[in-house]
Nanobody, 124 residues
């Protein structure tokens, strides 16, 4: 079955950086777009970034554009999220997900497989 395992979360000071990684198995990874979402306490899960199957298309939420970079390695079945200039409002659990839909990459419903999440905490 499809498995996604995130890693790289942790506690960082505001202005710092973290790199999240997601390892996928149980699917032909290069056939799918991948996304990163996050969920802060008391808030709904929100879109962070999306990367197309080949990696040529990258899309970001307004709140992270210019600070976060999504990338993928299809040979290693991994997708990464480099997060720079972190802010306290970036604190959340971060999830990677496999996109199986084709309508709107920002919508949760476009993604069928999710990892367990990794906690990112940014201290002010």
């Amino acid at each position: 079955q499809v498995q996604l395992v995130e890693s790289g979360g942790g506690l960082v000071q505001a202005g710092g950086s973290l790199r999240l990684s997601c390892a996928a198995s149980g699917l032909t990874f290069s056939n799918y777009g991948m996304g990163w979402f996050r969920q802060a306490p008391g808030k709904e899960r929100e879109f962070v970034a999306h990367i197309t199957r080949g990696g040529g298309g990258k899309y970001y939420a307004d709140q992270v554009r210019g600070r976060f970079t999504i990338s993928r390695d299809n040979a290693k079945n991994t997708v990464a999220l480099q997060m720079n200039s972190l802010k306290p409002e970036d604190t959340a659990i971060y999830y990677c997900a496999v996109r199986t839909g084709s309508y709107n990459y920002m919508r949760n419903s476009e993604y069928d497989y999710w990892g367990q999440g990794t906690q990112v905490t940014v201290a002010s």
